[in-house]
């Protein structure tokens, strides 16, 4: 049950870092502008499985525009260099001359977008760009270029609209700092 306070936080949680209806007026001004940005484009929208998958879904539906969706995923490449992903799941189109935005969840270090970005830039797509939900910009090692940038965040664990601790969270309407002490 929700009280006064907001919504009742898992014990994990310390506190709300964004509400559900400020995510959503965000979220509403991104796809406005994308929309704006590559009207009559042959545009797709990308996530990086999982954590993306719940952005996606309420950035795309904001997108007054015509696109396709498509999905993959990643995980770490054990043995190669520091950041390196292989790709578990590969999209299922082909982006060649296509106006591609990688859509995320979270950047933090940026190093698994840009072993995604550098894959998928070999792969001639027409432009290519990245919106990201949350932005961890204090904790990053490379540069990476962000088009669409939802929000900055302070350097905390956060959970919730599709980040997880555990494989849990993902599924909390907004996101939220995890308190130290629970962070294995
Ligand atoms: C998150 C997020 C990014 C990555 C960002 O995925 O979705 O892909 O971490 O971190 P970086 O900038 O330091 O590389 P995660 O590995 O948690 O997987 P998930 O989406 O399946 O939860």
Redesign the pocket.
Known sequence: MSSERGPDLPPVADRVLLDAGSIAERVRELGAAIAEDHAGEDLRLIT?????AMFLADLCRAVDASLQLDYM??SSYVGGAP?AVRITKDLDDDIEGAAVIVV??????????NYVLSMLRARKPASLGVCTLLDKDV?RIVDLPVTYRGFSIPDRFVIGY???LGGLY?NLPYVATVRDEAIV
Request: glycine share 22%; no cysteine; hydrophobic share 40%.
């Open positions: 990086v499985l999982r954590g993306g995923a990643v950041g995320e969840d979270i950047i933090d270090t940026g190093l698994t977008l904790r599709g980040l997880d993902r």
